[in-house]
């Protein structure tokens, strides 16, 4: 497998490796108790920040020893004067099973960006590398059911709603319901 050229880009957004300094740039979006309550970890504390961004550093392509690609994606207002960008979020993608065939997406928006298509633009780019990049042949989004946002963007991807698992995961003191969506690279629509 083929090593994947880093950062990718889009019409309004740079999608790149973490650094450390993404500590500080993530903590103010992930510290939020409304981001963090549909996700796996309480929301971030600085020294949180900083033990999930060296976790997420090694996380460069499926192709690596990680098998996991974990970007920061940050907005430009021209891709060349990336100083006056700013960090809106983080996207990321992972092999699911032992062989190299499934993986599953996932994504983290600061609030303040909502609206604007930009995790849908993250989130289509991230696609067209799992498909066109590495050749797989299915991604899925697994979600709280309560998330309503991440479902809607998974919708608007192109992906299907496979299932809805009542009471399966215990998350924060309550058993929450699963969305699972996925995507077969037969079902990609490319432009």
Same mark, same amino acid.
């Given at each position: 497998m083929e090593s994947l050229e880093l950062p990718l880009t889009t019409e309004r957004l740079r999608l790149r490796p973490h650094r450390t300094s993404d500590a500080e740039a993530l903590l103010p979006i992930h510290s939020r108790e409304d981001v963090a309550r549909y996700l796996l970890k309480d929301p971030w504390t600085a020294e949180a920040a900083e033990t999930e961004i060296v976790k997420r550093l090694p996380r460069t392509g499926l192709a690596t020893e990680s098998r996991a690609l974990a970007l920061v994606i940050e907005t430009a207002e021209g891709l060349d004067a990336i100083?006056?960008? /700013?960090?809106?979020?983080?996207?990321?993608?992972? !092999?699911?099973?032992?062989?190299?065939? $499934?993986? *599953?997406?996932?994504? =983290? #928006?600061?609030?303040?960006?909502?609206?604007?298509?930009?995790?849908?633009?993250?989130?289509?780019?991230?696609?067209?590398?799992?498909?066109?990049?590495?050749?797989?042949?299915?991604?899925?989004?697994?979600?709280?059911?309560?998330?309503?946002?991440?479902?809607?963007?998974?919708? /608007?991807?192109?992906?299907?709603?496979?299932?809805? !698992?009542?009471?399966?995961?215990?998350? $924060?003191? *309550?058993?929450?319901? =699963? #969305?699972?969506?996925?995507?077969?690279?037969?079902?990609?629509?490319?432009?």
């Open positions: 100083a006056g960008s /700013r960090v809106i979020g983080d996207i990321g993608l992972w !092999l699911e099973d032992i062989g190299d065939q $499934k993986a *599953e997406i996932g994504w =983290t #928006l600061d609030p303040a960006a909502g609206g604007h298509g930009f995790a849908t633009e993250a989130a289509i780019a991230v696609l067209g590398v799992a498909f066109g990049h590495y050749g797989l042949h299915r991604v899925v989004a697994q979600m709280d059911a309560r998330n309503t946002a991440s479902a809607k963007l998974a919708r /608007r991807i192109g992906m299907r709603q496979e299932a809805h !698992l009542r009471k399966d995961w215990w998350s $924060k003191g *309550e058993w929450t319901d =699963t #969305l699972i969506f996925g995507m077969l690279s037969t079902d990609r629509q490319t432009a």
